[in-house]
């Protein structure tokens, strides 16, 4: 008789994103089963429904859409969290109506989409993945728990792009055109301040097609990782000690090894915790000590990730870094460079002066006019929610929003990127993190800045800094090698176009 795999236990976990005060994008996934197992090929269908808000797809300018990277962990038992091999061809899954799912080549997850143009709400039911758990070495009666994780990313097209907006900015690229694929050609990288050319063909330069993560990591997605690791590994992925043997926690805010709320990062765990197990972390931005309220900061975007910390994060959900030439590809997509511009596309900037609704999933800026959290702003004292410049009525500007619709690249944090400006970045390939990291909890992924953040470098500015880092291609800290953890500094990942 064939055997199945046994349903133990499944547990649902959806990154939630939030881009307006009226209207949420809540990507989520639900309903989540297994069904059609074939014990022969060793393979499972892992269905699931997912939706997001404020969707959209356009054969017009500029020529994009929006999608879900959807990826599953697995465990066996009360093992480690595993990363599942998917299928990686695309006829062996199941897109819902109106939609389309693209595996990676690796088999590390998918991108669903719509496949028409449209916008609004994307309500998608009964997606099938097919997961290879033969190549996992799953037993065919095993005991598995499942995570299905969905993550909002923009589709940034192939196309010529101007790097340097011709402005003043501090280190900026003398503008010039990127019409080649690869760095090491002709018309393939930017000039100006000595700029030397990456020894290798597979430098990411943006003109070839990738997917950008539409938020920056929000608190939430940050302790959805930080849940899934072992003992060792959280504690490598936070501030406070929380290293085997310790039972009691007082700086339980754990980012920035802290008893209370620093600069709105709420990311926490429990005062007593066990001595060698895993910890349970959870959002208390009100710091009432109950976790995942309506107005605990689950939709901030999370500072003090240190390089090292954003490096694991990317590797964990088979993602990569960022180079500082696809940071101004996103941002300024195949529109004509304007001098000393913001991701929206012009030199108007309007700071936030204050926070309405603090913490919940429709916190804004309480200035309506506001794009931009920038300038150390008394009542503005730390990163805001992801998404927080859009709604129903916003255009570009007003939203804060990139040429392809990506969100808060001028601003609130410093972007953590790939720098081509020393050896360490310009030796960077491209290559995609594998879904495990090593047993310290950092990334493994080969040709990426190491922990030390050599050939990392920061764009776009932050909420302390004054207007002219928010500038698209102002260069100040494309230099700036810091590795620690910075109460300005968050994660943007990418993943290369199948």
């Known amino acids: 008789m064939v055997t199945t795999i046994k349903r133990y236990l499944f547990l649902v976990l959806s990154a939630l994103f939030i881009s307006s005060a009226a209207f949420a994008n809540n990507a989520t996934v639900s309903n989540m089963t297994m069904t059609g197992q074939d014990a022969t090929n060793d393979y499972v269908l892992v269905e ?6 404020n969707s959209w797809r356009t054969s017009s300018a ?4 929006d999608a879900v990277w959807v990826f599953v962990k697995y465990k066996v038992g009360s093992g480690d969290w595993q990363n599942a091999t998917l299928s990686a061809t695309a006829g062996q899954h199941t897109a819902p ?4 799912i693209t595996p990676a080549s690796d088999g590390k997850g998918a991108f669903i989409y719509r496949s028409a143009n449209g916008s609004g709400t994307a309500s998608l039911s009964d997606a099938r993945l097919r997961w290879n758990y033969g190549t996992d070495g799953v037993a065919d009666d095993a005991q598995v728990a499942l995570k299905v994780i969905a993550t909002e990313m923009v589709y940034v097209p192939t196309g010529a792009f101007q790097a340097g907006s011709g402005g003043t900015g501090t280190y900026e690229f003398t503008r010039t055109d990127i019409i080649a694929g690869s760095a090491t050609q002709a018309g ?5 301040q000595g700029q030397p050319v990456p020894s290798n063909d597979s430098w990411p330069n943006g003109y070839t097609a990738f997917y950008c ?5 929000t608190q ?3 302790v959805d990782f930080l849940n899934t690791l072992g003992r060792t590994q959280q504690n490598t992925r936070t501030e406070t000690d929380l290293a085997s043997g310790i039972t009691s926690v007082t700086n339980r805010y754990v980012m920035s090894n802290s008893s ?5 990062n709420g990311i926490r765990c429990d005062a007593a915790i066990p001595a060698t197990g895993t910890i349970t972390f959870y959002c208390d ?7 995942g309220e309506s107005d605990d900061g689950q939709h901030i975007a999370s500072n003090y990730l240190s390089w090292a910390d954003g490096a694991a994060y990317a590797d964990w959900a088979a993602l990569r870094p960022m180079t500082e030439l696809e940071f101004e590809k996103a941002c300024r997509g195949t529109a004509a460079a304007v001098a000393d511009e913001y991701a929206w596309g012009s030199t108007s900037i309007t700071q936030a002066t204050g926070i309405t609704n603090g913490g919940a999933s429709n916190e804004t800026a309480s200035n309506s006019s506001a794009n931009c959290a920038y300038g150390n702003h008394a009542s503005v004292q730390g990163p805001m929610r992801a998404g927080c410049f859009a709604s129903t009525s916003s255009d570009r500007e007003g939203a804060g929003a990139t040429y392809y619709g990506i969100m808060e690249m001028s601003g609130n944090l410093w972007k953590r990127c790939v720098t081509i400006g020393n050896s360490d970045g310009r030796s960077f390939t491209g290559s995609h993190g594998d879904g495990v990291l090593d047993s310290t909890g950092d990334a493994n992924a080969s040709s990426w800045p190491g922990t030390s953040a050599s050939g990392g470098d920061l764009r776009g500015g932050r909420w302390t800094n004054d207007a002219t880092h928010a500038r698209v291609s102002d260069r100040t800290a494309a230099y700036d090698t810091y590795s620690g953890r910075s109460r300005g500094s968050e994660f943007r990942c990418v993943r290369s176009a199948p």
């Open 97 to 100: 109506s109106g939609s389309t």
């Open 48 to 53: 699931f429904d997912t939706s997001w808000e």
């Open 220 to 222: 939430e997605q940050y």
């Open 188 to 192: 393939g990288y930017p000039t100006g």
């Open 260 to 264: 209370v709320v620093q600069y709105r």
């Open 213 to 217: 993560m539409k938020y920056a990591v």
């Open 62 to 65: 500029p020529n994009n859409w």
């Open 285 to 291: 931005f009100n710091g009432n000590g109950t976790g």
